[in-house]
């Protein structure tokens, strides 16, 4: 398994940005790193997520024009950018990795590596 480590969540107004990171330790991360969040109450729901190997990129409907992935292959971490954010965008956040494949880059089952979450709280 993979050591995540989640940076960057935090409190802010409705319609600012924040920038989340994580980064992996140990074995490198060959094949899919992703961003999922959990409100209080509900589900942990996919947020975005991109291949390592041809930066196959997929986001969320609730969040596409909003917030941008990306990775560096060579840090072995990946990023979030949040835009324009909404107070139902508050949740923990949590980085994952996996070798995931283009079909299963949405679910939660086909990653096994977790970090311990980021609080990102969206005041109205």
């Known amino acids: 398994q993979v050591a995540l480590d989640e940076s960057g969540g935090g409190l802010v107004a409705a319609g600012g940005s924040l920038r989340l990171s994580c980064a992996a330790y140990?074995?490198?991360?060959?094949?899919?790193m992703a961003w999922f969040r959990q409100a209080p109450g509900k589900e942990r729901e996919f947020v975005a997520a991109?291949?390592?190997?041809?930066?196959?990129?997929r986001v969320a409907d609730s969040v596409k024009g909003r917030f941008t992935i990306s990775g560096d292959n060579a840090k072995n971490a990946v990023y979030l950018q949040m835009n324009s954010l909404k107070p139902e965008d508050t949740a923990v956040y949590y980085c994952a990795s996996g070798r995931v494949i283009s079909s299963s880059m949405t679910s939660t089952t086909a990653y096994d590596s977790w970090g311990q979450g980021t609080q990102v709280t969206v005041s109205s």
């Open positions: 140990g074995r490198p991360v060959r094949v899919g």
């Open positions: 991109i291949k390592a190997s041809g930066g196959e990129i």
